[in-house]
């Protein structure tokens, strides 16, 4: 029995696995991008309570590009939070200098509170 064997009506090679021809299926190749702390966040998130969307995305090599998306949009929201909430918080350069302390506990603060609001937002919805 040959080991490969071509169908014509489908178009398909099948390769001989024990008693069975078995079709030989490949997904394509996806462009792969590197993907940071929250786009990590958000594929445990969708592993583990989405898994229908999580299945979808890989099966239509759709998940890399997806979750290097998620994770620009999250970096770029809490960058963005961190300057507003620092603006509003009065931690400035000036403080920085007068009162190391205080500055890097409202900053530590600020940070903490940006996270939540990414997590929020974007990472677990």
């Not at 509003?88 to 350069?93: D, F, L, P, Q, S």
């Not at 990414?118 to 919805?125: A, D, Y």
Request: aromatic share 12%; net charge neutral.
């Amino acid at each position: 029995m040959e080991k490969r064997i071509y169908d014509e009506k489908n178009g398909l090679w099948y390769e001989l696995q024990g008693d069975y021809y078995l079709p030989c299926l490949s997904l394509p190749e996806e462009e792969q991008k590197t993907i940071g702390v929250w786009g990590q966040r958000h594929l445990r998130y969708i592993k583990e309570y989405k898994r229908a969307f999580y299945t979808n995305l890989l099966t239509s090599c759709k998940l890399n590009s997806y979750l290097a998306g998620v994770d620009e949009q999250a970096e770029e929201m809490f960058s963005r939070l961190v300057k507003e909430l620092a603006k509003k918080e009065n931690a400035t350069e000036k403080l920085k200098v007068e009162n190391q302390m205080l500055w890097v506990q409202k900053m530590n603060n600020i940070r903490s509170s940006a996270m939540e609001i990414v997590n929020t937002e974007l990472i677990f919805n």
